[in-house]
């Protein structure tokens, strides 16, 4: 996350108060530390609106039922927390990280001796990509990291736990690009490191189903309803490599990321080389979106 200058010293949300980003700490005996146990929301804000604030906070509540953790928050309590905390840091475009730990325990696994969950709240900015990378695209390498089994931990629960994807980024970063994409125990396509992929071939959308090992991400389903809504045949069937790999466009879709052309996997071109006729259509309607509605901080 890069962050600008004048929010250095932020004013963060924990434990139901605002303190300054320099007193924001947690316990080491928290087992969202010890253990990754949590689960958490990155949601986007534009032009002084949360985006798609609903949604996140639902896929949130989600994720927390499938852990077995109780966040100490309503939904109205949280809508009202992140509003606050985008005014607190005087931000009108920005980023909202939601994180809910499962609390201070011991030092054993039992999730139940942790009795107090952790709300966290931090509203800054963020800049994943430079604005150039939207004209030209990134280039993709596929890991060697398989996506991690949905019959293990579902793809659908958005948890702290994220060393799968850093293992998987890690390769991409040796392999000097941004972003690895990611297959699953059967060879097929899940998504990549921290973004959800589609490709379009012959003027229709696909993307992987999340039963391929795919986060329900906000972004993925607004883009879904975005395509559908201008003509676009839209499907979530298994893919390959080669699919990627001989399809007419690729991008990714992420919260921080939004819309990323593709351009390249393993030293292919994609299409022409260059961010495709649907991709800068799509991201172009995508942006218009993101200004025209929200819930208002």
């Known amino acids: 996350m890069k962050r600008a200058t004048e929010h250095m010293n932020a004013t963060i949300f924990i434990d139901g108060k605002f303190v300054p980003e320099d007193e924001a700490k947690v316990s080491v005996f928290d087992h969202g530390l010890l253990y990754g146990d949590g689960v958490f929301e990155g949601i986007r804000l534009y032009d002084g609106r949360i985006f798609r604030l609903k949604e996140h906070l639902d896929r949130l509540f989600a994720s927390a039922r499938a852990i077995m953790l109780d966040i100490p928050m309503t939904r109205a309590q949280l ?55 939207y004209r030209t695209g990134i280039k993709l390498v596929t890991a060697s990291t398989v996506r991690t089994n949905a019959s293990a931990v579902s793809p659908s629960i958005k948890s702290l736990n994220y060393l799968n994807n850093i293992l998987a980024r890690i390769e991409a970063v040796n392999a000097g690009t941004v972003e690895a994409l990611m297959l699953n125990s059967q060879g097929y396509v899940a998504e990549c490191t921290g973004d959800n992929i589609f490709i379009v071939r012959a003027g229709h959308l696909q993307t992987p189903p999340v039963s391929a090992g795919a986060l329900i991400g906000i972004t993925r389903a607004v883009v879904m309803d975005l395509a559908a809504k201008t003509g ?66």
Not at 97 to 125: D, H, Y
Not at 260 to 268: I, K, M, Q, S, Y
């Open 79 to 133: 809508t009202d927390a992140c509003r606050q905390a985008c005014a607190k840091n005087n931000l009108r475009d920005g980023y909202i990280r939601l994180v809910v730990t499962r609390g201070i325990g011991n030092l054993g696994l039992n999730p139940f001796k942790c009795k107090n969950p952790t709300v966290i709240i931090i509203a800054s900015t963020i800049e994943l990509y430079p604005e150039e990378v």
């Open 232 to 297: 676009l045949a839209v499907s979530e069937p298994d893919l390959t490599r080669y699919d990627i790999m001989t399809a007419d466009e690729c991008f990714l879709t992420g919260t921080a990321a939004e819309i990323v052309p593709v351009t390249e996997l393993d030293g292919r071109p994609i299409g022409a080389g260059k961010p495709g006729p649907v991709t800068l259509q799509l991201t172009s309607e995508f942006r218009k979106l993101t200004r025209a509605e929200g819930t208002p901080i």
